[in-house]
């Protein structure tokens, strides 16, 4: 038996991994060769104490590991152990042995992890970084906001958070490439990072949104310094192979816990607030405020619903009537969408068209309501008989999608319509987020002859050189000018300037909003060509719609005599 120990430190020399014999206390009392020429060539090994050897951070598990050993199973400790030169990761395997005249000891076998470690440790980085700015994605986003909340509620200070928006930086990517584009958003990466503090996070979101995360900023003094020095960064272009590129931005800033308690909503507000400042300006920091932020707050349980709904076809259409001012007949309707909820009822399209238009749900959604509607046309048409149009609204994310007008050809396709029957409600501000790339789609839109309609005229952003430059024929009065008519002088004003310069264009006028007699009878006098509100049907389902078309109904509204004269 005594020839036994020296046979078991030959086998241990000749391990490929670093090998411990220790007593029951943890105490080295042999190594392998290797384990000696890592660890031990400035100290001998033996008489230390295994876990002298770890990094002072491991120390505690390891202790613990021997302690609790009771002879059973092999336990395995993830260790840090000290070489002169670093610390290196092993994997120690903790097991019984017999010792020297049969006394127990351990066995403690170490397999290099460092390699493991390091492509771990890669995975994580890519899982939770942004691979082309290096800086932390929206999940690691999360986690630190969780992180500083936590931290607030403790102390009771608050903090803001800050979306910050490239201006025109589409412009790089269509003009000069994807390249170069990726290159602006490096610098421009580098260019925030350096302007904050360590205690700040800065995380790329997507596309060209960042997000920073700013403890104990919070009073509207710091936000505006701070939001300041960010934005000041874009005033010195970009040099990227030769290019000089001017790239602004804006911001927008929510605040802990003023407007919300959790890291979805505090970056939803934030991007809610930016949007306001792109809308008012650009190159500016808006603070957000539920009066003048734009989108209501982000609902998640709402959204989550929200493709539960596609799936069960509980989005319906209902239709509009719009009446010729001068005959009273129905000549088309306006295809409106509705969300009848199982328990929540009918979900207002001003809480559930925003978190489609920020998902892409609307693409989805918008596709579905163009065929619908024009296929419902055929059979409004054959219970009329008579020829009709039906007017789609198309949001400002659908108009952008390059499938757009594929979409739009199925539509004509599937259902037969002629393109003439077929207006598409655009708002102004659609049209001028990008009017080039407008002017080309409309163009397109042209060749097909659907016909183009300016949703809420004179409520965007009302330049009258879109209506020269684009192929627009129809002009539709926002309710905001109709309402107090006929006794307000300045919306009587108004109405008479869209209705005298549709006519020199020679577009077709639809006012909408309209409710009372005495508002029709205005506009038919001053010779809008078009009307649709209350007075002549409220949004119906396709069923009313039906048997009104058939009954003729608003026919028997009678006209009134135009008056050659309009003040």
């Known amino acids: 038996m005594p020839e036994q120990e020296p046979n078991l430190d030959q086998l241990l020399d000749a391990a490929g991994d670093i090998v411990f014999r220790l007593d029951l206390d943890g105490r080295i009392v042999g190594a392998s060769a290797r384990a000696v020429g890592l660890l031990g060539q400035a100290r001998p090994l033996c008489g230390m104490m295994l876990a002298a050897l770890a990094a002072d951070a491991d120390q505690p598990a390891l202790t613990a590991a021997i302690a609790g050993f009771d002879a059973g199973d092999p336990v395995h400790v993830p260790v840090r152990l000290k070489t002169p030169d670093a610390e290196v990761w092993f994997e120690l395997r903790i097991a019984s042995l017999a010792g020297a005249g049969g006394a127990p000891g351990l066995l403690a076998v170490g397999r290099d992890m460092t390699a493991q470690q390091a492509t771990e440790a890669r995975l994580r980085h890519m899982a939770t970084h942004d691979a082309l700015t290096g800086l932390?994605?929206?999940?690691?986003?999360?986690?630190?906001?969780?992180?500083?909340i936590a931290n607030a509620r403790r102390s009771g200070q608050a903090f803001s958070v800050a979306t910050v928006g490239l201006d025109g930086f589409k412009k790089v990517n269509e003009g000069l490439g994807h390249p170069i584009g990726d290159a602006v958003l490096r610098q421009a990466a580098a260019r925030l990072r350096k302007t904050l503090r360590d205690s700040d996070t800065l995380a790329r979101v997507g596309g060209d949104e960042f997000v920073a995360v700013l403890p104990g900023t919070f009073a509207d003094a710091q936000v505006k310094l701070v939001t300041g020095r960010l934005l000041a960064t874009f005033q010195t272009p970009f040099e990227v192979e030769g290019h000089t590129i001017y790239v602004?931005?804006?911001?927008?800033?929510?605040?802990?816990?003023?407007?919300?308690?959790?890291?979805?909503?505090?970056?939803?507000?934030?991007?809610?607030?930016?949007?306001?400042?792109?809308?008012?300006?650009?190159?500016?920091?808006?603070?957000?405020?539920?009066?003048?932020?734009g989108p209501p707050e982000y609902d998640i349980s709402l959204e989550a619903a929200m493709f539960q709904a596609v799936r069960e076809g509980e989005f319906q259409l209902y239709y509009q009537p719009i009446v010729d001012t001068r005959t009273r007949q129905i000549q088309g309707f306006e295809t409106l969408m509705r969300w009848k909820h199982p328990t929540l009822g009918m979900v207002p399209p001003v809480r559930f068209i925003p978190i489609a238009e920020t998902n892409g749900l609307i693409n989805l959604l918008g596709a579905w309501a163009l065929?619908?509607?024009?296929?419902?046309?055929?059979?409004?048409?054959?219970?009329?008989?008579?020829?009709?149009?039906?007017?789609?609204?198309?949001?400002?994310?659908?108009?952008?999608?390059?499938?757009?007008?594929?979409?739009?050809?199925?539509?004509?396709?599937?259902?037969?319509?002629?393109?003439?029957?077929?207006?598409?409600?655009?708002?102004?501000?659609?049209?001028m987020i990008d009017p080039a790339h407008a002017e080309t789609i409309l163009a397109r839109m042209a060749e097909r002859k659907a016909r183009i309609a300016i949703d809420d005229f004179g409520t965007g952003y009302s330049s009258l050189a879109y209506l020269k430059r684009f192929p627009i024929s129809v002009l539709k009065i926002d309710r905001a000018f109709i309402k107090d008519l006929p006794e307000s002088l300045k919306d009587g004003a108004i109405c008479n300037a869209v209705l005298d310069l549709a006519r020199h264009l020679g577009l077709s006028v639809v006012a909408e909003g309209v409710e009372t007699e005495p508002q029709l009878a205005f506009l038919e006098q001053r010779g809008c060509d078009y009307i649709q509100g209350y007075l002549t049907g409220k949004p119906m389902t396709s069923h009313v719609a039906m048997a009104a078309l058939k009954e003729d109904k608003y026919a028997t509204l009678q006209p009134t005599d135009r008056r050659a004269d309009t003040p």
């Open 136 to 148: 932390p994605n929206r999940l690691l986003l999360s986690d630190r906001i969780r992180m500083v």
């Open 248 to 293: 602004g931005a804006s911001a927008g800033v929510s605040i802990y816990p003023r407007h919300a308690e959790d890291e979805v909503r505090l970056v939803a507000l934030a991007d809610a607030a930016m949007s306001r400042a792109k809308e008012t300006g650009k190159a500016r920091c808006v603070v957000y405020s539920p009066l003048r932020s």
């Open 371 to 431: 065929k619908a509607a024009c296929v419902q046309l055929k059979c409004f048409e054959e219970a009329a008989r008579r020829s009709l149009y039906v007017s789609v609204n198309i949001s400002p994310r659908q108009f952008r999608n390059d499938k757009f007008l594929d979409v739009l050809d199925d539509a004509l396709a599937y259902s037969g319509l002629r393109g003439e029957q077929l207006v598409l409600e655009i708002t102004e501000g659609t049209l």
